[in-house]
């Protein structure tokens, strides 16, 4: 096993929406460069804790997030940090493909443009092709450039939203259960992608899939009611789980 | 090569983003500035009828305005002149008001609500899809073509109806007036209520046409039972837009401020009066062209009270059925 | 032994019968209302069509250069002329009174006919031409056909020597009907034959314009903030009374807010689109603002949570992409409530809109009439012939309300739900 410095820390996260609790004192270290999967039960806690990670939970009214998250170091709940430019650099990708009704070329320029990554328009058109090759979407897509993100199948979209994230370059990449709403096929070509992807960026990806999981990450954390059960390697979590919930899980017996 | 273009880790800069903040709090506040302006003209207008009604019952007694039962706000010209200072008794105002009002009620509250009935419980779907556009025409029409309408057919009409069978059908009657009116609000009731029904789950009718009812039953004994509230709003929503209805007035009631429970005689509205009090030249502190106003704030009180009741009620009925 | 699934017979009569009672009800209910819009909208295109038709009379006029001088046209005194040639075509028409109805023949305008024919075409000059006039509006009227000639002559406005005339004429082709053109082209006047509805279709035009630039932009901000930004405050749900209660305040209430404050606080020109378009726009903003929310509320959370997943900040997710997708609905709404304000009169009264406007107003700042209220003066109007104008009127009226709801329905229909 070889070592590995965290790029995520989290430490005692608490998180309310109103006066119930969804999640009870998380501590969990997220490695650079590898894939790390949350898993567990329906409305365990996973998609709440990664929706922590770039603070999409501010948009919940009633939401209220305590505890410690830092990325890089840096407390990503400290007073001074401009939301938006955390999000920059945490990608998203949602769980139903949510391309803008605008052009492939649009969905992917429309991170960079905001951002002001690109200086002239050959750097742009040249961020997008890179994007979209990292995605695997270039040679579908080359040439229609100029054709509606929502025209695509629903595998291509979620890799058109794959390439929308990735063309900012962020440091992490949150998945949450990014191949629920498509068939195999695509399923399997996504996760593909995510391996491949692993090389220049942290992933951590929410999944109901305990295969999927197995299939594509190197560490996994198990959820359940609100409590981080364990977390570590997959292979360990999936051959020798240390606690009784996680077995239950993983052999099909809750969940 | 796009191939090349290599991953240049970025600094992890989350403290500041690539916009101009102090633009996008601009934009905020001037979308807070374009909300304010509904309280804005609420008090625009409760200010300005306010402020002109103090002055006219500065001129004249509150106690006349509401209570007393003659209207005759010509102001002479000399002030010894018989009947220089006018007379403004609001009262025949109201009652014509009422009167129309009621009238018009009584014409769209069946046929709306029977209308609405049939196209929600009845109605096939292309039915509907013809027969509910063309009843929101009627509410498209402008106001001014109503009251033509009502001043040149309906009116004679009724006239020479009432001639037939031997009774005296003023020309500017409160019926012609209120018939057309109500034609004017069926859409408003119909559709609201067809809302209303529509709101109602369809587990209820479900229930009760498993009990063996029919359609009938269920819609009387069931559907609108359940929806009454809802349709008790639409109807006051209703009412207030009979009360506020100006144009129709105008054209086909005339000013004759009788106070009589007639339908066949001319009568006034507090509207049709406004308008008669304002247009054309006018001394802005006479207590002729004051009276108008405190006219003004008397129907804004009223509309407004109905609106805040019917609105309570069918808010109250929606979380009901949420 | 009973069938347990019958009902006793006689009650089971009673029911279908109350249920087939329960339908009728709902049809003659849709059936009335439907009556009355067909009556209605049917008795004024009847009325309207007159109006469309413009009845002309043609008469000698000698043109030689003792009547016009060539070179000092304009110096000519056009009505004596006109009187004139009139008394030749009817040589035994002697008494003043008499002429004076000979002369009511033609509109009071035929001077001026006369004279921009020549203007037209000078070649006409040196000798006599048969020319053609606009007749006076009871003339029109009776070449319509509109005039009942069985009744006492004391009891209509053509005496039997005006018909006389008129046949005389009309045996000879002298008479012709032809499309109104002037309708369209003339502003308001007090002779029905000359009247027509530019100078108000304008000032509609522009006191919609006023409108839409304020309560356009105005509602669709306001949208955006009540349905994106707004906090649960009481703040907020003050906003949302105020707007729902105002959607429902008669109209009239507005033309004395606007009387009171625009006119007499700010002193804002009278009668001009400047000031109806400012009274109509605080009328649609809660039809529009109503309208606005719903269709940002119809755009699917996804786009907004893509949007700021991607870093993009509220205020840029909203504008680039939330309000995009929800400006069709928007946009009808806006529509929807753009046709209102072109149907409202009471407000416009209320600010001194109703004023006689001959002219055709050009900026938002000059007095000017509007269609309905046009509607609303024909209406009142004691001269038969203005029934038909009035009716015509509405006709142009419900046009432009058809338009606009045309438009709106094609743009629901093509922007219906993409995402």
């Not at chain 2, 001639?163 to 409160?174: K, P, Q, R, T, Y």
């Not at chain 3, 049917?42 to 109006?51: D, E, P, Q, V």
């Not at chain 3, 209660?245 to 700010?266: D, K, T």
Request: neutral net charge; charged residues 20%.
């Amino acid at each position: 096993m070889s070592k590995t410095t965290s790029i995520i820390e989290a430490k005692d996260v608490d998180v309310f929406y109103g006066e119930k609790q969804a999640l009870n004192g998380i501590s969990l270290d997220i490695p650079e460069n590898k894939v790390t999967s949350l898993i567990g039960p329906s409305g365990c806690g996973k998609s709440t804790f990664l929706r922590c990670i770039n603070r999409m939970n501010d948009l919940v009214d009633i939401c209220r997030v305590s505890g410690d998250i830092r990325i890089s170091g840096q407390d990503i709940y400290a007073p001074e940090v401009d939301v938006v430019a955390l999000r920059a650099n945490v990608g998203m990708v949602f769980q139903k493909p949510n391309p803008f009704p605008k052009s492939i070329f649009e969905n992917v320029a429309y991170g960079p443009k905001i951002h002001g990554l690109t200086a002239n328009k050959a750097e742009m058109e040249e961020l997008v092709e890179w994007s979209l090759r990292k995605a695997g979407l270039w040679n579908e897509v080359k040439d229609r450039l100029n054709e509606t993100g929502t025209g695509l199948s629903g595998g291509q979209q979620q890799r058109l939203c794959i390439a929308r994230a990735i063309a900012v370059k962020p440091r992490v990449i949150l998945m949450d259960e990014p191949c629920s709403a498509l068939d195999p096929i695509a399923t399997a070509i996504i996760e593909e992608l995510i391996d491949e992807l692993r090389e220049n960026f942290s992933i951590v990806i929410v999944t109901h899939s305990m295969q999927q999981a197995a299939r594509v990450s190197q560490r996994t954390a198990f959820f359940h009611m609100g409590n981080l059960v364990e977390s570590g390697n997959t292979k360990n979590i999936f051959t020798s789980p240390k606690d009784e919930r996680t077995q239950n899980y993983i052999t099909g017996r809750i969940g | 090569m796009p191939e090349n273009t290599s991953i240049q880790v970025r600094d992890f800069e989350i403290t500041t983003g690539n916009r101009s903040k102090s633009f996008e709090n601009i934009v905020v506040a001037l979308m807070i500035a374009c909300s304010a302006v509904a309280i804005v003209v609420t008090i625009g207008i409760i200010f300005s009828l306010l402020f002109e009604s103090i002055n006219f019952f500065k001129k004249v007694p509150m106690s006349e305005f509401l209570f007393g039962t003659t209207w005759s706000p010509q102001t002479a010209l000399r002030a010894d002149q018989v009947g220089a200072s006018g007379r403004f008794g609001a009262v025949p105002l109201i009652s014509g008001t009422l009167l129309i009002s009621f009238i018009a009620m009584c014409v769209a509250t069946p046929l709306g609500l029977f209308s609405a009935i049939y196209l929600s419980e009845y109605a096939g779907n292309k039915t509907r899809s013809i027969v509910k556009p063309l009843l929101e025409i009627l509410a498209g029409i402008p106001t001014v073509v109503y009251g033509f309408f009502a001043a040149l057919t309906v009116a004679p009409l009724l006239r020479a109806g009432g001639e037939g069978i031997g009774l005296n059908v003023s020309s500017e009657s409160a019926l012609a007036a209120g018939v057309v009116m109500g034609i004017m609000i069926i859409p408003l009731i119909s559709s609201l209520s067809d809302d209303v029904i529509n709101a109602v789950p369809q587990s209820l009718r479900d229930a009760s046409l498993g009990l063996g009812s029919t359609d009938s039953e269920t819609i009387r004994r069931v559907i609108l039972p359940a929806a009454i509230p809802g349709i008790a709003g639409s109807l006051l929503l209703a009412a207030s837009r009979a009360i506020g209805e100006t144009m129709i007035v105008v054209m086909a009631a005339g000013l004759a401020a009788n106070l009589t429970a007639n339908p066949l005689e001319a009568v006034t509205t507090i509207t049709a009066q406004i308008v008669a009090l304002l247009t054309g030249d006018q001394e802005f502190d006479s207590a002729k062209t004051l009276s108008a106003f405190a006219l003004g704030l008397l129907l804004f009180a009223v509309t407004l009270i109905l609106n805040m009741i019917s609105l309570k009620i069918v808010n109250k009925y929606r979380e009901q059925y949420d | 032994m009973t069938n347990m699934f019958t009902t006793p017979s006689r009650l089971r009569k009673a029911r279908a019968a109350a249920e087939r009672r329960f339908r009728w009800f709902g049809l003659i209910a849709i059936g009335i209302s439907l009556t009355f819009l067909f009556v209605m909208v049917g008795s004024i295109i009847l009325k309207g069509r007159g109006a469309l038709s413009t009845s002309g009379i043609a008469i000698v006029v000698d043109l030689n250069p003792d009547n016009v001088d060539p070179n000092d046209v304009k110096g000519t005194r056009f009505d004596s002329l006109m009187k004139k040639s009139l008394r030749n075509t009817f040589p035994d028409v002697k008494s003043r009174k008499d002429k004076k109805k000979l002369y009511g023949l033609l509109s009071v305008d035929m001077g001026f006919e006369l004279r921009d024919q020549i203007l037209e075409n000078p070649a006409i000059l040196g000798g006599p031409q048969k020319l053609w006039f606009t007749a006076s509006d009871d003339i029109d009227l009776l070449l319509k056909g509109a005039v009942d000639m069985s009744l006492a002559e004391d009891n209509r406005r053509i005496s039997d020597m005006e018909a006389g005339w008129i046949d005389t004429l009309t045996a000879a082709g002298d008479t012709r009907r032809k499309f109104n053109a002037k309708f369209f082209t003339n502003g308001d006047s007090r002779e029905p034959e000359l009247a027509g509805i530019l100078s108000a279709l304008m000032g509609s035009i522009l006191t919609l314009l006023v409108c839409f630039l304020v309560s356009f932009p105005t509602a669709i901000l306001a949208a955006i903030y009540l349905e994106e930004f707004a906090p649960k405050n009481r703040l907020s749900a003050f906003i949302e009374v105020n707007i729902n209660n105002l959607a429902a305040v008669p109209s009239i209430v507005f033309g004395l807010l606007g009387l009171a404050m625009l006119l007499n606080v700010f002193g804002l020109p009278r009668s001009t689109p400047l000031v109806g378009g400012l009274v109509l726009s605080l009328m649609t903003l809660p039809t529009i603002i109503i309208a606005a929310r719903a269709s940002l509320r119809a755009v699917p959370p996804s786009i907004r949570e893509a949007a700021l997943g991607m870093g993009a900040s509220p205020v840029q997710a909203t504008f680039h992409h939330v309000t995009p997708l929800a400006l069709p609905g928007i946009l009808t709404g806006t529509i929807v409530g753009m046709a209102q304000a072109l149907g409202e009169t009471a407000p416009l009264l209320m600010i001194g809109m109703v004023a006689f406007i001959a002219d055709v107003p050009s900026s938002i700042v000059e007095p000017a009439a509007a269609l309905p209220v046009q509607i609303f003066l024909w209406a009142d109007a004691s001269e038969r012939a203005f029934v038909e104008k009035t009716s015509a009127a509405i006709i142009v009226l419900l046009v432009f309300l058809v338009l606009m709801n045309l438009l709106a329905i094609f743009l629901r229909k093509k922007f219906e739900k993409r995402f």
